[in-house]
């Protein structure tokens, strides 16, 4: 691997956290009362548990900061431990959002609103409306925090490009198919996912990762399912 290609993988994951990171912020800031009001008032059985976990944690993108929320309620004796397992359960399905929409990458028709769902052409359209909202009406706070989601939602698509790209050169290097030889073995294939996703702190970002690697071609289903599991015991 070249110095270009690395600093190409460092700087896109890096993009791709602080793009999560600043879009999580703007989310939380425009609508994080009213969030907590919601996971208070809506979980009072599993099964809305688990819907608000889902919704809660695709709008934030981060099981950990929902974890963590819910931690506080139950700890605060305002949520039970049955609907914190239902909120943390759907926390984790809520994650998996950037995933889907990174996937979309793969889109292959004419039609003009399909195209638009492609990242590289949704991630320049969500900048140029980000910076429209933070610089002409960043004197109004709301709108200011709906231009970092947007902003945010830009920056840490383009970082996924980047990775994509970066990764593209490595699938033909010896020492790169000798690694994920190896990781046909499942269990090394889960102490990865869970040792990488540790390091980085973001499953998200980790799987993003692993897309970039499996759009190349470089890993293939049935090495990638462990992984998977790995980056959610690491999260």
């Given at each position: 691997?070249?110095i ?5 993988l ?19 800031k425009?609508a ?5 009001l ?65 996937s979309?990458?793969?889109i292959?028709?004419?039609a003009?609103?399909?195209?638009m769902?492609?990242p ?5 359209l ?26 945010g939602?830009?920056?840490?698509f383009?970082?996924?490009?980047y990775?994509e ?20 073995n499942?269990?090394?294939?889960i ?12 499953s ?9 690697l499996a ?5 293939s ?15």
């Amino acid at each position: 691997m070249s110095i270009s290609n690395l600093i190409a993988l460092l700087g896109g994951l890096g993009m791709f956290l602080y793009g999560m990171k600043t879009m999580g912020d703007g989310l939380e800031k425009s609508a994080g009362a009213k969030m907590k009001l919601i996971i208070e008032s809506l979980t009072s059985n599993v099964f809305k548990a688990v819907l608000i976990g889902t919704l809660v944690t695709a709008l934030i993108q981060s099981s950990s900061a929902t974890t963590v929320m819910v931690v506080g309620f139950v700890n605060a004796g305002m949520m039970t431990l049955k609907q914190a397992t239902g909120v943390i359960m759907g926390a984790n399905i809520g994650t998996t959002v950037t995933a889907i929409i990174l996937s979309l990458g793969d889109i292959q028709s004419d039609a003009w609103y399909l195209a638009m769902l492609k990242p590289s052409n949704l991630a320049p359209l969500a900048l140029i409306i980000g910076a429209v909202l933070i610089f002409a009406f960043g004197k109004k706070q709301k709108l200011k925090d709906i231009g970092e989601i947007f902003l945010g939602f830009g920056v840490l698509f383009i970082g996924m490009q980047y990775m994509e790209g970066a990764v593209g050169h490595l699938k033909d290097l010896p020492q790169f198919k000798t690694i994920f030889a190896n990781l046909k073995n499942p269990v090394l294939g889960i102490l990865s996912g869970a040792i990488v996703t540790a390091i980085i702190q973001s499953s998200s970002a980790s799987v993003g990762i692993l897309q970039a690697l499996a759009a190349t071609g470089a890993v293939s289903c049935s090495q990638a399912v462990p992984i998977i599991m790995g980056q959610n015991i690491g999260t």
